[in-house]
């Protein structure tokens, strides 16, 4: 192997590593901001277990309906 291509390739291998390494730091940047969480739609459950109650039957939730909610981490002000 030549010297041109050993330092082509090495080249090559650092221009690669140094683009993956500044993805990752790019695709979570806003994740630190705002971080969605999903809560349980308290309205939604009232509402089926109210119109349960009027016909005399019991709800038991196994996987609660959940609605997203995006809280963030830092006040903007």
Same mark, same amino acid.
């Given at each position: /192997?030549?010297r041109?291509?050993?330092f ?5 291998? *650092?221009?690669l ?6 993805t ?25 277990n *109210?119109?349960?109650?009027?016909r005399?039957?019991?709800v /038991?939730w ?11 981490v830092?006040?903007?002000?």
């Amino acid at each position: /192997m030549s010297r041109l291509d050993r330092f082509s390739s090495a080249l090559f291998l *650092a221009v690669l590593l140094s683009g993956c390494a500044s993805t990752r730091t790019a695709s979570t940047a806003d994740k630190v901001l705002m971080q969605p969480r999903s809560d349980v739609d308290a309205v939604y459950v009232g509402y089926v277990n *109210a119109i349960a109650k009027q016909r005399g039957t019991e709800v /038991m939730w196994v996987n609660p309906p959940k609605k997203r909610v995006s809280a963030s981490v830092a006040s903007a002000r």
